[in-house]
């Protein structure tokens, strides 16, 4: 039985809860590329995937800062887990703004059961990354068909609804619902990451399937106002690279602790003890804490946006997100490589794999560049100039 979480603070405890358990054969799971069956199945009883359908159809509807800190705990715990249903809450939160009645009281109703969305939107070799050939062509029935193929489509193949990203006869985008197993439908796991292994980020084919209207969300109206649809998406982002450097952090200090020698010209009798290393744990710990307190803010500034929608509230949530990012997009990195630093040469040693830190933050920080996320906020500071509406700032 699906459990239904009924506010914030309860979401963030099961969340904790639920990170204790996710660690504990993490470095096994990656090791092996034992999918995560069992801990998804966990994660749909939990309650967690509901927490932010809308109050009036049952469910917590918790803040934007509740839920990057449940996806820190989870990616703290494992970030595949974490990523996994990234585009879960992503394709909730589409019908928040362009679903009809009917649409959310299905589609809520099935997330309430602990129903999981995945996603087919990435394409590749399109011309660049909102260039879509998928397409959703009326049927002369009062339905549509769907042709095409999507890639890096991260919790798809453990999906029970999969929203596909197409470009209707209109030449603008939609959200198409799939159920898992329609027919003409094929998901392949032939992700092959270095790493983020367990997300099964792979292929999905779309022969002929055909979707009912009523299945179907008009994705274009999104960006025709001031919308979040970026900024939220991005924060989800942002709080696994968040989650991904604390667990670095987490596994280097329990190495140093338990494992390692003090350089013999430190003169401390425990590599705890040992100023240099006592002095670069402080500083990795200020450049986590900064992390996190970004990651806040930038919820914070989502949550603003939301209770007061306006060309102005968007850009300044998008700026606040995109600033976390960047941040956290470096911070994951460092920290992760900075394991190895601290911990010396038998921190390597493969059967440990400590390495799935930096594996894991170096993949997950190629989603999007920073580069382009420092640039908006430039023209933010310098300019006034409000960042594109294009969903992925």
Do not use: C
Not at 2 to 25: C, F, P, Q, W
Not at 159 to 165: C, D, E, N, S
Not at 231 to 239: E, F, G, K, N, T
Not at 249 to 255: I, N, P, T, Y
């Amino acid at each position: 039985m699906t459990h239904v979480i009924g506010s914030d603070a309860e979401a963030v405890e099961v969340a904790a809860e639920l990170s204790e358990y996710l660690a504990k054969d993490a470095a096994e799971r990656d090791a092996g590329r034992r999918l995560p069956l069992a801990e998804l199945d966990r994660l749909s009883d939990s309650g967690l995937l509901a927490i932010t359908v809308p109050r009036e159809h049952g469910g917590a509807d918790v803040t934007a800062v509740t839920l990057a800190e449940v996806i820190r705990l989870l990616a703290q715990g494992d970030p595949n887990v974490a990523q996994i249903p990234q585009s879960h809450f992503v394709y909730v939160n589409v019908l928040r703004w362009q679903g009809t009645d009917e649409q959310r009281r299905f589609l809520y109703g099935e997330v309430l059961a602990g129903r999981r969305f995945g996603n087919a939107q990435s394409e590749a070799g399109t011309k660049h990354v909102q260039d879509y050939r998928t397409r959703l062509r009326a049927d002369g029935e009062g339905g549509y068909v769907l042709t095409g193929e999507k890639h890096y489509s991260t919790g798809a193949l453990f999906a029970h609804w999969i929203p596909v990203l197409a470009v209707g006869d209109d030449e603008r985008l939609h959200v198409a619902y799939v159920p898992a197993g329609a027919p003409g439908l094929t998901v392949v796991d032939d992700w092959a990451g270095m790493g983020q292994r367990t997300t099964a980020s792979g292929t999905v084919r779309l022969d002929g399937v055909r979707v009912p209207a009523e299945r179907v969300v008009p994705h274009h109206l999104t960006f025709t106002g001031p919308q979040l649809h970026g900024a939220y998406a991005q924060l989800i982002h942002a709080a696994i690279d968040v989650g991904i450097a604390g667990a670095a952090l987490r596994d280097a200090a329990e190495f140093v602790r338990t494992k390692s020698r003090p350089w013999f010209e430190s003169g401390a009798a425990t590599a705890a003890e040992d100023p240099l290393l006592v002095q670069r744990f402080g500083e990795l710990t200020v450049r986590l804490r900064a992390a996190e307190a970004l990651l806040a803010e930038a919820g914070r500034a989502v949550d603003t946006a939301r209770a007061g929608l306006t060309d102005d509230s968007a850009a300044a949530a998008s700026i606040a997100v995109a600033v976390a990012k960047a941040h956290s997009d470096g911070t994951a990195i460092e920290l992760a490589d900075a394991v190895f630093e601290v911990s010396g040469t038998r921190s390597s040693l493969e059967g440990l794999n400590l390495n799935r830190h930096w594996r894991n933050a170096r993949t997950h920080t190629l989603h999007d560049p920073v580069r382009w996320k420092i640039q908006h906020i430039g023209r933010y500071t310098l300019n006034g100039t409000r960042p594109p509406r294009h969903g992925v700032v």
